[in-house]
């Protein structure tokens, strides 16, 4: 059963932008942290961003750290990706995931996964 959808992923250029979003159901969004992950190939699932419910809280890795931002709108049962200054090292599929802590960086905290969004930045 999929339920969480990505959107929002294709091709963009180095130093650009692309914003993906998120789609869930109430039940695998409402009093939940969601996260961003993604993965290439050849190496493993790594998280990306993280927010919690409903304080503001975020969670990013020094890698995206200043580049990326993640936002929900709970109303929408939406969390969104705003990828800015894209690197090549960004290419990866993306998958949102619904989990209890945005704190923690461990795929095997997060409950419900999407299917996930390729994107791909070209040098």
């Known amino acids: 059963q999929v339920q969480l959808v990505e959107s929002g992923g294709g091709l963009v250029q180095a130093g650009g932008s692309l914003r993906l979003s998120c789609a869930a159901s109430?039940?695998?969004?409402?009093?939940?942290?969601m996260g961003w992950f993604r993965q290439a190939p050849g190496k493993e699932r790594e998280i990306v961003a993280a927010?919690?419910?409903?304080?503001?809280?975020?969670n990013y890795p020094d890698s995206v750290k200043g580049r990326f931002t993640i936002s929900r709108d709970n109303a929408k049962n939406t969390v969104y990706l705003q990828m800015n200054s894209v690197k090549p090292d960004d290419t990866a599929v993306y998958y949102c995931?619904?989990?209890?802590?945005?704190?923690?960086?461990?795929?095997?905290?997060?409950?419900?996964w999407g299917l996930g969004t390729q994107v791909t930045v070209s040098s």
């Open positions: 109430r039940r695998t969004f409402r009093g939940y942290a």
């Open positions: 995931a619904a989990g209890y802590y945005y704190t923690s960086e461990s795929i095997r905290d997060y409950l419900y």
């Open positions: 927010i919690s419910w409903n304080d503001g809280r975020t």
